[in-house]
């Protein structure tokens, strides 16, 4: 047995690795808020009201993979006053520097991945459901040459899954 975890990790991760947002995220743990509010100021995100209540929401439940419509309605039963813009808005800002990895699923579906360390998923067709493939799976066992000039910065694999027909 080979230990998967080096194949996949050692050519893909290099220099794309955000060891700030990964530390900061491992920290959350008592208590969320407080947290969240140093989250964003190591980042150099001003902890504005708005973006603490999305934190809040976002990162104080562990890993979730969660796309825009589903933070905001969470955000709304929460009783956050954010519209939908903002909610696009500040995912996409804390994708930027780091706290999120946004994994594009098809044209119109883009989820955001509070883990931000790297891994594959699985994607349930029709479910829409998002799930981790775990580490110890080996996906990508060799990983291709780039064009003179360019370096791999991450390799995402999204591996579509459908209910078998009985
Ligand atoms: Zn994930």
């Not at 964003?40 to 809040?56: E, F, I, K, S």
């Not at 800002?93 to 955001?112: C, H, I, M, N, P």
Request: glycine letters at 8%; hydrophobic letters at 40%; charged letters at 25%.
């Amino acid at each position: 047995m080979t230990s998967s975890r080096s194949i996949v990790s050692t050519s893909a991760v290099e220099g794309t690795e955000r060891p700030a947002a990964a530390a900061g995220r491992s920290a959350l743990t008592g208590c969320p808020w407080h947290d969240v509010k140093s989250m964003l100021r190591d980042v150099g995100l001003r902890p504005t009201r708005q973006r603490m209540a999305l934190g809040w929401i976002l990162f104080g439940k562990g890993d979730r993979h969660i796309t825009a419509e589903m933070l905001y309605e969470e955000a709304t039963k929460a009783k956050v006053p954010v519209s939908l813009a903002t909610v696009y808005n500040t995912l996409h800002q804390f994708t930027d520097v780091g706290l999120l990895r946004q994994v594009a699923v098809d044209g119109s579906k883009t989820y955001f991945d509070t883990n931000v360390s790297q891994h594959h998923h699985f994607f349930v067709e029709g479910e829409n459901d998002l799930l981790d493939i775990p580490m110890s799976d080996v996906i990508v066992g060799k990983t291709p040459i780039p064009p003179e000039g360019y370096e791999v910065a991450r390799i995402d694999v999204v591996v579509r899954l459908r209910r078998r027909a009985r």
